[in-house]
Structure formats: C-alpha cells, structure tokens
C-alpha cells in the first residue's frame, strides 16, 4: 500500500532542512575541534595553514588569494548563491510571496543591525573604540542557520524561512556598512566590470536561456569582478541566484505527455533474454525520459538541489574550521569594547529584532508567516 501523500510529499524547503540538521551537527564539529585547536599547542600551526597562498593563473592574469580568503570569498559565495536561489523561489512562490511577509524579514534585519550598534555606542562613544559599531551588526549566517537546524529541527517551515530570510538581509546589511564605513576605496573600474556582467545573466534569463552551464561560466567571471572591486566577494552569489530562471523548459502537461509516451514505448520494446541490460529501444526511453526530467525542472531547482549536500557537508564545515578558530584571552586591555560587543549581539539582537516586528507587525506593514506566533519567533 502506497504511504500517504501528506507523509511523502515534503516540500523542497522541508527537504532542505532535514539535510541541513546533520549538516547543522557537522558544523558544530568542525567549529568545537577549531576552537580547541587554535587554545592548544597547535596553534601556530594551524593560523599558519590559512595564510598558505594559492594562485589561480590564466594567461597573464592571475589570482593569488590565501587558503583563508578562498574559503571565505570562494567557497562561501557558493553557500550564497544557495540560500539566494532558496530566497528566490520563496519570494516567488512561497512563505516570502506576499509584500506583507516578504517586509517582516527585511524589519527584522533592520532592528537586529541598529539595536546593537546602538547598544555598542553606549559603551564606547567618547572612546577609542567609538569606530567599531559596526561589529556587533553582523550575525554570520552560516553559524546561524547551522544552529537554527541544529536546535530546532520541528520548527514551523515558517519560523524557518523567516530566520533564513532574516539571517540574510542582516548579513547583506553588514556587507554594505563594511563597504561603506570600514573597506577602502572601492574599484570602480571592476564594479563596472561587474555590473556588465550581471547585465549579461540578466540578458541570458530574458532571452529564455534554461541550460545552466552559461550561467555558472558567467558567474565566475561576475565573483572576479566583485572580489576586485573591494566589495565582499559573497555579494556575487546572490546576485547570481536572483538571474537563475525560475521557469522550466516544457510544462507539467507537455512532459505528462511525453512521459507517458515514452513509458509506452519502453512497455512495447522486446528485451528478449536480457535480464540485467535493458535493450537499445528502452535505453533510448529512458535517455529521452530523463532529458523530459530535466526540462520540466526549474533552473533554479536543479541548481539547489546539485549545491545542497556541497554546501552543508563541504563548504559551511570547511568555513566553520577556518573561522572558529578563535583565541580565548579574558585579559582584554579596553574592556568597553569587548562589553559592548557581547551586550550587542546578547541583548541587542534578539531585543531589535522583536521591535522591529512588533512595529512592523502593529502598523501592518508586514504579518507573521503561518503557524508562526511572538513565542516561537523570540525562541
């Protein structure tokens, strides 16, 4: 007997987190064994095996980045470029469709970045640290997603998407202060460069284009001009995820067609004595069959099904090892910096957060998503 539908049929985001909670384990593995590290006699060695330079050479350009930057501008713009095609298709047809759910994010992230830049500047205006308000706004997204999976495995897909969602705008909003406030000049040439070549996906995408190798080829060349730029290197997967085709080639009713068609045509084809290799006519099916599979899958959903296990059990374990790693000194010598640091992202992230929803959520400029109330999002 088949199993019912309400018991199989998990939606592509349900599926996500299910495979994110073991990597969400992984995670916190690969960041506990760094953080040992890095307070043990293995130290020197291990801050040394990030400062290892790599260059990446084609013709008379090259690329010279050290393990720690290609990791954290390579790589993590892949785990960008996940949760960016995630974002995408939520905002177009899912908990993160209507402009009232799709503000309460953007909210959330705006408090959860003032609050705590606030909360910092209580304890450090008129002192030398006065300068690094802008630390306690980010929230590393890969830490936070990976807890949320870690700690709360049956939340509602609601809370979820919204946290996701939230993590997101933050760490974009802490991007952009980065680039404004702390990074130096920016390269104007290759932001040029790069707003060309964003204009080509956006082009490919227009014009119907559904493969997506030309994408990704593009791609890298548009992450090589964000990375020269100056601005953050990650910015280049999200912008290349919201290029991605969310419309598939042939629709639901022209491959239920064909589908059929071809599963006919294997029933009819003769296999003779053949048990393990089917025979040339049904090979044919089942190539044509999978060709059809293809073409009626979304772009965007090929691609975050091929990044999902990539991302969660290579890409955020990688970036936690390397990020991790910090050392533990209690003897701070300006300690107004080190509590307003702790106060902001303690108190003030969780307290700006909650503001901005509840003033978000009172003048009804946004709503809760579904089966999401005040307790579960303060959880």
Partial sequence: ????????????????????TLGGVVLLAFGLAALFI???????????????R?????SDHQLSLTLHEWINDGLMAMFFLLVGLEIKRELLAGELSSARQAALPIACAIGGMVVPALI????NLRGPGAHGWGIPMATDIAFALGALNLIAPQAPIGAKVLLTALAIVDDMGAVLVISLFYSEAVV??????????LLVLIGFNLIGIRRLWPYLLVGVVLWYFVHASGVHATIA?????????????????????????LLDQFDRTETGDLVVLTSKGQQEAVFAFERASEGVTAPVLRLEHALHNFSAFIVMPLFAFANAGVKIDLSLQQPEIGYGILAGLLLGKPLGIMIAALIAVKTGIAKLPQAVNWRSLLG
Avoid at 54 to 58: N, R
């Fill in 1 to 20: 007997m088949a199993a019912p539908l309400k018991k199989v049929s998990l939606t592509i985001f349900q599926r996500f987190f299910r495979t994110e």
């Fill in 237 to 261: 997967g999200v912008a290349l995820a919201f290029t991605i085709p969310t419309r598939s080639r042939i629709n639901a009713g022209e491959f239920s067609r064909e589908a059929r068609s």
């Fill in 54 to 58: 790599l260059m990446l050479k084609i």
């Fill in 38 to 52: 890095a307070n043990s006699p293995l130290a020197e060695a291990y801050n040394h095996l990030w400062e290892i």
């Fill in 188 to 197: 104007w040439s290759a932001l040029s460069g790069a707003t060309v070549t």
């Fill in 120 to 123: 910092y500047l209580v304890f």
